[in-house]
């Protein structure tokens, strides 16, 4: 973490000063802290420093839950919010199948939310081990972003982006266009989502703070 940390702030410090329009992406880990760190440095608007966030936990859900429900993966609203990693909250409240809320199309009994979401966190692990690396996954969700950017298609995306309640960054769904992010979407959650997101950022910021003495 600390090392990574110094990382990005020696690379941030040697490109800048940036372009009024560019932006930046943000794709190592850990991705909410060195996005944090990033924004802090550039220089730039908020809205043009950004990071790839729990995007490609949000696409490994989706492809979990529709091998469980036997429907295609695009047809699944459903996201991963909040700080990237042990911290990540699965937004099952809102979750919908082509805007059917997710209770009402299938019964109880076809999953668990606990297990699907553990399973979810182990995916990258799982792939490491065998791999030694999960580059597809990245490079596509990268891809992804960078496409939403670059023609302004203003698709809603999770990624990583200041929170001004907790003064670090962290995933909620955003619209991603030319400009970076056009506008924030805001998803009504359950109360125990919103609590472990707030207890996760509150941690994330005092880790900002400690590595900000280092």
Known sequence: MHRNASVIRNVVKAMTPFRSD??????????DLLTSIAQ?????????????????????IRGLL???AGVAASSIQLFVLGVHGDGQVVAWSS???????????????????????????????AIFTAKGATP???GSV???????????KREVRPVSH??????????????????????????PLG??????????????????????KK
């Open 40 to 60: 802090e440095l550039a220089g730039l608007p908020k809205f043009q420093v950004f990071g790839s966030g729990t995007f490609l936990e949000s696409v490994r």
């Open 191 to 212: 109360s125990d989502e919103n609590a472990a997101i707030a207890r996760s950022a509150h941690r994330l910021k005092s880790t900002i703070e400690l590595t900000d």
């Open 22 to 31: 560019a932006i930046v992406l943000v794709v190592s880990n850990p991705v």
């Open 162 to 187: 200041f929170q001004p309640e907790f003064d670090c960054c962290f995933s909620l769904p955003v619209v991603l266009g030319r400009k970076g992010i056009m506008k924030t979407i805001e998803m």
């Open 95 to 125: 979750a919908t199948i082509n805007g059917i809320p997710l209770d009402k199309v299938l019964s109880p009994d076809t999953f668990g939310h606990q297990e699907l979401a553990k399973e979810c966190k182990e995916r990258a692990e």
């Open 136 to 138: 597809f996954g990245t």
């Open 66 to 68: 529709a091998e469980k």
């Open 142 to 152: 990268v891809a992804s972003i960078c496409a939403s950017i670059l023609f302004d």
